[in-house]
């Protein structure tokens, strides 16, 4: 779960142009579920964190410059932040042979996270097109202490016909380093996949009384890595009531996150009513 910060924020414009300026004084990182849920199948708890003090040293910051014309829009950013996923450090070790180190005492850190891109839109009618590409550096290379470099480059696609239709599109390829091609599955598990598709349909009918929903979400090429298709609808009786029910339904994958996540499909039924 996210949970809010303390940040400043300045913003300056001209005509068609602006510029934002953040910085995140107060370190509050991710509540993790609770083990056992959908989001942590896992049946052991993560160990304890060491985050980095709330001090002028370890201040997180962004800038964004952007271009805002007619149909196209143009923004280059970058950012220092501290991920929200912290990696395993090896604190402590012994030599057995000559060559040969023995990892024997880990800390859970948070790796201080360089983050520079360029995003583009494009809308033409109903269609909006955007992209957006993006040079993460300092991400921790799991297994050791090293770090490393990825390139995300994402596409993405949106219809809405402005009264009941909406479909959207994304597609995400990342190129890791080479040393990160071939990593041994244990280490592998614990690393973003390589390829990511979402898509999204929205109907409603009867003057937006009943509202269809599709969502699927493939991890890895061709859904090797997991995923979920998730159809949900809902139907407003009137100003004070409405039902709604959806089904989720989970693909095991190579993730250990995914891999036995099959057993948490769901069928949800509600019903609403405001005084």
């Known amino acids: 779960m996210k949970l809010p910060v303390g940040l400043a924020k300045l913003d300056f414009s001209y005509e068609n142009f602006s510029l934002s300026a953040v910085s995140i004084f107060e370190k509050r990182f991710d509540m993790n579920p609770r083990v056992g849920s959908d989001y942590y199948p896992s049946r052991f708890p993560m160990m304890d964190e060491e985050a980095p003090k ?3 040293k370890n201040t997180e910051f962004a800038l964004k410059a952007s271009a805002y014309f007619s149909s196209f829009d143009l923004s280059a950013y970058y950012g220092s932040y501290y991920d929200d996923n912290p990696y395993l450090e090896n604190t402590d ?11 024997t005492n880990y800390t859970l850190k948070h790796a201080l996270i360089d983050h520079a891109g360029l995003s583009a839109s494009y809308n033409l009618e109903n269609f909006t097109f955007y992209s957006d590409l993006a040079l993460l550096d300092g991400l921790p290379r799991y297994g050791t202490n090293d770090f490393k470099r990825r390139l995300d480059a994402l596409a993405g696609l949106e219809y809405n016909d402005g009264a009941s239709f909406y479909i959207s599109a994304e597609y995400v390829k990342r190129s890791y380093d080479k040393k990160d091609i071939d990593l041994p599955r244990e280490i592998e598990n614990f690393t973003p ?6 898509l999204t349909l929205k109907k409603s009918y009867l003057r937006e009384k009943l509202n269809l929903e599709l969502a699927w979400l493939t991890f890895g090429k061709k859904a090797k890595d997991g995923s979920l298709l998730r159809l949900s609808s809902s139907y407003s009786i009137d100003d004070n009531t409405s039902v709604y029910g959806k089904i989720i339904d989970y693909a095991n994958g190579d993730k250990t996150s995914f891999e036995n996540i099959d057993n948490n499909d769901q069928v949800v039924v509600g019903f609403n009513h405001s005084i």
């Open 54 to 56: 709330n001090d002028l």
């Open 93 to 103: 070790s012994i030599t057995l042979g000559q060559n040969l180190l023995i990892p």
């Open 193 to 198: 996949s390589d390829e990511d598709f979402s």
